[in-house]
C-alpha cells in the first residue's frame, strides 16, 4: 500500500505489460543509414559472388534460327479463308517439332554430324523452342546450344525433319524453307548468360541480404537507448536526464586505470614479498 501511495504522489502510472513487439520505423531507417558502410559492402560482395560464379561456372550458350513458311499450292490466289487455315496449321505443325520422330532423327542426324566433325554432343545442352508470331505463318525454330555448330545443325536439323514429317504422315502442303541457320552463319556472340544481369541482382540480394542482418539486430536489441524507449519500456515518466561529457568520460578512465593499477602493484608487491 505504501509504495501505492508513492507512485500515486509522483503521479506516475504503473507499467503495462507489452501487447507486442513494436518497430519504430523512424529509428530503423536512421539505423540503417548508421549502417549505410555494412549495405554497400554487402551489395559489393553480392555483385563480386555473381560475376565470378557468370563467368567462371556458367556456359556459355549460343542460339541459331531457321524459319518456315506455312503456304497453300493448290491455288494461287490466297484468300481470307487460306489465311485462316494457314494461322491454325501453324499451332498444329508446332506440335510436330515436339513428336518423338522428329525428335529422335534430328538428334540423330546431329549426332553423326558431331561424329564426324569430332565435336562432342550432349542432348542435354541442346534445345529447341519453336514459335508462330501472331498474324503470321511463319514458323520460327531457335536452338541454343553450348556449342555455336551444334545450334546451327540443330536449327536446320529440326527444320528439315519436321517438314518430311508435315509431308509424309500428315499429308499436307510442306512449309517451304523460309531461312535456314546455315545461312546466318555460326554465332559469334553466347545470348547468355547475361553477365550485367547477374552482377545487377548479386548487387541487389548482396544489399538485401545485409539489410536482413542489420534489421534482425535491430528487432532483437532490447536495450535502452532513449528516454521515450525507457518510458515504454517501464511506464514511468523520465523526470531528469544527465548527459555523458568529455569530463565524465575522462574520469571513468582514470577510475578505470587506477583500479588496474593498483590491482598491478597488489600483484607485483605479493611477488616481491614471496621472493
Not at 514511468?236 to 593499477?261: D, I
Request: proline fraction near 4%; aromatic fraction near 6%.
Amino acid at each position: 500500500m505504501a509504495n501505492e501511495k508513492r507512485l500515486a504522489v509522483a503521479g506516475a502510472q504503473p507499467a503495462e505489460k507489452d501487447e507486442g513487439t513494436e518497430i519504430d520505423l523512424v529509428e530503423l531507417f536512421y539505423r540503417l543509414l548508421e549502417k549505410a558502410r555494412w549495405l554497400v559492402l554487402g551489395a559489393l560482395l553480392g555483385a563480386l559472388i555473381a560475376g565470378v560464379y557468370t563467368l567462371q561456372f556458367v556456359k556459355p550458350t549460343y542460339q541459331a534460327t531457321s524459319k518456315l513458311y506455312i503456304v497453300n499450292n493448290k491455288d494461287s490466289v490466297i484468300n481470307l479463308s487460306d489465311l485462316q487455315m494457314s494461322t491454325n496449321l501453324a499451332q498444329d505443325y508446332i506440335e510436330v517439332f515436339n513428336t518423338f520422330t522428329v525428335k529422335e532423327n534430328t538428334k540423330n542426324r546431329v549426332m553423326q554430324l558431331c561424329e564426324e566433325n569430332g565435336i562432342p554432343y550432349s542432348k542435354g545442352e541442346v534445345n529447341v523452342k519453336v514459335t508462330n508470331q501472331t498474324g503470321t505463318r511463319i514458323l520460327t525454330v531457335d536452338t541454343t546450344s553450348t556449342n555455336p555448330q551444334v545450334a546451327v545443325w540443330t536449327a536446320d536439323a529440326a527444320a528439315e525433319e519436321a517438314q518430311q514429317f508435315i509431308a509424309e504422315v500428315m499429308r499436307t502442303d510442306e512449309p517451304s524453307s523460309f531461312e535456314r541457320a546455315a545461312q546466318a552463319g555460326v554465332p559469334e556472340k553466347p545470348v547468355a548468360p547475361s553477365k550485367t544481369r547477374n552482377i545487377i541482382i548479386g548487387f541487389l540480394l548482396g544489399m538485401l541480404i545485409a539489410a536482413a542482418v542489420i534489421i534482425i539486430q535491430f528487432i532483437v536489441d532490447d536495450r535502452v537507448r532513449n528516454a521515450e524507449m525507457l518510458e515504454k519500456r517501464l511506464g514511468l515518466p523520465v523526470l531528469g536526464m544527465m548527459p555523458a561529457t568529455e569530463q565524465t568520460e575522462t574520469n571513468n578512465k582514470k577510475k578505470k586505470s587506477k583500479h588496474s593499477g593498483g590491482k598491478g602493484a597488489h600483484s607485483s608487491g605479493q611477488k616481491g614479498g614471496a621472493k
